[in-house]
């Protein structure tokens, strides 16, 4: 408890880190913020040609808001998760790129990983707010939604926070967990469903039966994936315009919490070891 | 002079001297284990106190333990036995311009570096003239500080440490920067904070400094106290062994 006093003593500086990040990133550029559009814009185009032209790819038209738009379809679900993996990756970084400000001054150290947590959200607030124009013009009905998204993105903000956390400090102590980390993000990508509808997984899984004679099928271990269940809870919300089932939300609040109590735990044990380890 | 501002309580402080320092996950598991090391010991049980409103000084050869003691007195390093207490607000300077982005400006630069040093926004804004004031940077204040010169540069770091406000100001050799006119700025600054009665521990190879502005003194030698007290006869104890070659 005290040390979720002393974070939050840090507000102040956890908001100049952050808009330090923010601001300086896109200095000197002519296009300024609107270039953190452009990745995930790329990503879709790739995503759209490839797996939906190409491929064929298929989702269910959104029930009840009948959008039919495979682009829109796989922004819900890629937004969220390029959110959460540059927050992972930047994360990793943050204390080993700070070694320098952690050896000379004295300060609450848990700043560093959660101010990427804010920079990120700020470009991925950014990115939802057009998602969200887009899909009202497409004809979805997502207005009254907002509130239950913003409850979402904090939801994933959290989870993202606690790996980001648990990384920053593996990072200082095994340096190779920024390189293994990208690899990891890449099959942690194609195990979610995000530029496939899971329904996919679930046919598959129904026709493999249970593994090796137990009732555990394919699909029980495809939803241990904690990104898994927010991705159904962004999909839901913004592409279907419902409700997502209470199960859902509690999963994701179980996983979020889970993974911030953890990584605090974790980094507060190792937190004054810091100045020594870099 | 009975008033204690900080207490330095039997410190000992260990690092540990890799032979192999292993930080790849491969390593670690084929061998099991991360690293083979023996400890050093930078600080051996010092015990001193540094008295309200002194100018304390560090002195001692390289490698005697001064920086590691300051960075343990700037909570950045923590003792392996005993402790250190002190009795009101410490800041340190250990350098300049820690955390400047070098893409923004000298007044967003202010409020960044002001925050990591543990000021609110309302004291940046309070001290924001005094800040540029005795930087002597006004005229580039919005200027991104990457086109300040480097005097510019440390002047506007030293500015924002010195007005942090503290009532025990810990300092490394940073009194080395600028010009002369700005050293003496900084000296003037040193002798005011003396005068509010407020205590300030220095670290500096320069006897002369330190004579000058020092009231006590405590010498380390190889990470143990020799000697502690005023700071004529210990300078002089210091300089001595220094002759003789110890």
Redesign the interface.
């Known amino acids: 408890m005290k040390y979720l006093q002393e974070v939050w003593g840090s507000r ?2 956890l908001f ?2 952050t808009s ?1 990040e923010v ?2 990133k896109y ?2 550029t002519v296009f300024g913020q609107l270039w953190s559009l452009a990745n995930p814009l790329a990503l879709m185009l790739v995503y759209t040609l490839v797996f939906g032209l190409l491929f064929r790819i298929k989702p269910l038209p959104g029930d009840p808001s009948g959008l039919d738009v495979f682009a829109l379809w796989l922004l819900c679900g890629l937004l969220p998760w390029t959110f959460f993996a540059s927050v992972a990756s930047a994360g990793a970084g943050s204390l080993v790129e ?1 070694s ?8 609450s150290r848990v700043v560093l990983p959660l101010s990427t947590v804010g920079s990120s959200a700020y470009n991925w607030g950014f990115e939802m707010i057009v998602l969200i124009i887009a899909i009202s013009i497409a004809g979805g009905f997502v207005l009254p939604w907002i509130p239950l998204v913003m409850v979402a993105m904090v939801l994933l903000a959290v989870f993202a926070a606690g790996v980001g956390l648990i990384l920053a400090i593996s990072n200082v ?5 920024q390189y ?1 980390l990208s690899i990891v993000l890449q099959f942690w990508m194609y195990l979610t469903p995000i530029i496939y509808p899971i329904s996919l997984v679930e046919s598959a899984s129904k026709k493999t039966g249970g593994l090796a004679g137990t009732q555990v099928t394919v699909l029980d271990i495809y939803t241990l994936n904690p990104m898994e269940h927010f991705v159904t809870l962004f999909r839901e919300l913004i592409y279907d315009n419902r409700f997502p089932s209470g199960v859902e939300w509690l999963v994701c609040v179980c996983w979020a919490l889970a993974a911030l109590g953890v990584g605090l735990i974790i980094f507060r044990r190792n937190e ?2 810091l ?2 380890a870099l | 002079m009975s008033d204690v501002a900080v207490k330095v309580d039997h410190v000992t402080k260990s690092f540990r001297m890799y032979h192999e320092r292993n930080q790849s996950l491969k390593s670690a598991i084929m061998r099991g284990r991360t690293s083979v090391h023996e400890d050093f010991l930078a600080l051996r049980n010092v015990t001193f106190d540094v008295p309200v409103g002194s100018t304390f000084g560090l002195i001692g050869s390289n490698g005697s333990g001064k920086s590691t003691l300051l960075k343990c007195l700037a909570n950045i390093y923590y003792p392996n036995e005993g402790s250190i207490s002190h009795f009101g607000r410490i800041a340190a300077m250990l350098e300049v311009g820690s955390g400047f982005h070098a893409e923004l400006s000298g007044r967003e630069n202010i409020f960044l570096n002001g925050s990591i040093l543990g000021m609110s926004k309302k004291d940046v804004t309070r001290k924001f003239d005094e800040i540029v004031d005795f930087s002597g940077v006004e005229q580039f204040i919005d200027q991104p500080v990457k086109n300040y010169s480097s005097g510019m540069y440390v002047r506007l770091g030293f500015a924002i440490a010195i007005n942090v406000d503290p009532d025990i100001l810990v300092v490394d050799e940073v009194l080395a920067v600028g010009d002369q006119d700005f050293q003496d700025k900084c000296f003037q600054k040193f002798v005011d904070f003396k005068e509010q009665g407020k205590t300030v521990i220095l670290v500096s190879h320069s006897m002369q400094t330190v004579q000058t502005m020092c009231d006590h003194v405590a010498w380390l030698n190889h990470g143990e106290l020799n000697a502690v007290g005023a700071a004529e006869p210990t300078i002089k104890a210091y300089i001595d062994s220094l002759h003789t070659g110890e």
């Open positions: 102040e500086l100049n880190l330090r601001r300086g200095k000197r700070n320098n400000l952690i050896q000379k001054v004295s300060f102590y095994f340096r190779d967990t293994l004054r070891n100045a020594e």
